[in-house]
């Protein structure tokens, strides 16, 4: 029995030991959080009233999906009409957002975008425009090369009368 009783008080000390420990630990991360807000209070405090406060790309990115999220449940309880108004304004390509590497094609799907509730009038009128668009600059790099082989050819006629 006196050796259950000291195996007990042994493995009691432990526990107690990795409690002291976590709690120790605990201290440390509540002492360091102390740390940081006071810090941050004091670099409020000094900041001119007119200056624009600081923040970091995740408290951008933080704040934009609640505003996005208060959005969606404000889009969840309204009517069935002002539901299509709100999408007409929230249906735009999110890459612009993201920071695509591809600006062109991004603004292009934002003009479909707009242009897709205008009526199909608009997007055909909007693609015979992009058509035309690429036609002239097919024809201009026609003219282009037409005009560098007719240079070459001349230097090939000046080569052979030269000779």
Known sequence: ?????????LALQEELQG???????MEAKMRAAEEKAEKEKIRKAKREPDQVPSFTLADM??????VRK???????????????AMRFFTSRNPSKLVGSDDDE?????????????LGPAVEMERHRAKLEERVQDHRDAIFREFSNLRTAVKA????????
């Open 105 to 117: 094609l991004g603004s292009e799907v934002d003009a479909a975008d707009i242009a897709r509730p």
């Open 19 to 25: 409690v002291t420990g976590r709690v120790a630990e």
């Open 70 to 84: 208060l959005f969606e449940f404000v889009e969840g309880v309204l009517p069935k009409d002002a539901q299509e």
């Open 1 to 9: 029995r006196m050796a259950a009783t000291a195996q007990d008080t």
């Open 61 to 66: 990115q933080d704040e934009l999906e609640r």
């Open 156 to 163: 090939v006629q000046r080569d052979i009368e030269s000779s």
